[in-house]
């Protein structure tokens, strides 16, 4: 005596798929001597580029405003700080995109950069008329 309700249904299960194999850019594929090489140039430049870029947030704004501007600068390097870990993550979906992604931000970053005005050989702007001024 089975009644529709006392009734199990078969379940079916299919096999897991097969693994996808990893697409990797040809031209990094056995070049660890490279890699190592440019990730330590890389290094050394944010260094450099740290030391310049509080030089230069110094220069660039007002007394009244000069450590306001260099203390949001420093805590949005240490948001980045925090985010750069996470960008290897990104390797999950493509083993090549953590690489795109560190090297496409300097490279943005560097041509931002351009539009920033000269600040060499000019006195440090005591208010905010003498930023307007130059």
Same mark, same amino acid.
């Given at each position: ?81 925090? #985010?750069?870990? %996470?960008?290897? &993550? /990104? ?5 090549? +995109? !953590? =690489? ?7 490279? #943005?970053?560097? %041509?931002?950069? &351009? /539009? ?5 050989? +000019? !006195? =440090? ?10």
């Amino acid at each position: 005596m089975n009644s529709a309700s006392e009734q199990t249904p078969e379940l079916h299960t299919a096999p897991p798929p097969a693994p996808r194999p990893r697409k990797r850019l040809p031209c990094l594929q056995d070049m660890r001597p490279l890699r190592s090489a440019l990730a330590l140039l890389g290094l050394g430049s944010i260094g450099v580029a740290f030391t310049c870029i509080s030089i230069y947030t110094g220069e660039l704004f007002p007394t009244v405003l000069r450590m306001t501007a260099v203390g949001l600068g420093q805590m949005s390097a240490r948001g980045g700080a925090i #985010l750069g870990p %996470l960008v290897r &993550l /990104l390797g999950v979906h493509h083993p090549s +995109l !953590p =690489l795109l992604v560190y090297g496409a931000v300097p490279v #943005l970053s560097g %041509l931002t950069a &351009l /539009l920033l005005p000269e600040t060499q050989h +000019l !006195p =440090l702007p005591d208010t905010i008329q003498d930023v307007q001024n130059q």
